[in-house]
């Protein structure tokens, strides 16, 4: 490891009379010094970020999901839920249903994954404590409501003073076929209460 050393020293350090050499050299590690900086700075942005998002993301995703093999859904078994209740090691669960549907509200349409959840999800995920406008509430005065993301809202244009409902058309899972398209889907009406 020493003779290397010592001829990059002599190298670099070399007093020659052609001394382009040298402004050459100290050009080029000048360069890779720079280079390496800004690499190792990138990275550790990339770093800071990519924590961000999954730290944003794990707030949905739970420790531990049950879900079917096959197809979308499944009835929970009562029995089943009652003894999950009862272990120690769970503290709370959600059962959500979701779907892909077609959101429209105004004149503005949207294709986007709808969930359906259960009074505990804010307390499982912590969506509540994400909301950027309005409030997480599902259910007021037997009024559905929904809290919709950023990105939707922006997209549709959803103003949470405004008294428009959000119109979701969801696929029926045992639809025939019909002349009116309109008979192949489910609708219902939500109001938007929040935005995450």
Do not use: C, W
């Amino acid at each position: 490891m020493r003779l290397p050393l010592f001829i990059a020293r002599r190298y670099f350090f070399a007093k020659k009379s052609h001394n382009a050499i040298n402004i050459i050299s100290v050009i080029a590690v000048a360069g890779v010094a720079i280079g390496t900086m800004a690499l190792i700075t990138i990275l550790s942005v990339f770093n800071g970020f990519d924590q961000l998002v999954k730290s944003l993301f794990n707030s949905f995703d739970p420790d531990v999901r049950i879900t079917l093999n096959e197809g979308k859904s499944f009835i929970p078994d009562s029995r089943a839920l009652d003894r999950l209740k009862k272990l120690p090691s769970v503290a709370l669960f959600s059962e959500v249903i979701e779907e892909n549907a077609l959101l429209r509200y105004g004149d503005k349409q949207y294709i986007a994954n709808i969930k359906g959840v259960d009074s505990t999800y804010s307390r499982i995920t912590g969506i509540d404590s994400m909301i950027v406008d309005g409030e997480f509430t599902l259910m007021k005065n037997k009024r559905p409501y929904a809290v919709v993301g950023q990105g939707v809202g922006y997209y549709l244009g959803i103003g949470l003073h405004l008294i428009d409902p959000i119109i979701i058309y969801v696929p029926k899972r045992t639809a025939e076929v019909s002349v009116n398209p309109e008979n192949a889907f489910n609708h219902r009406f939500l109001y938007p209460s929040g935005i995450f």
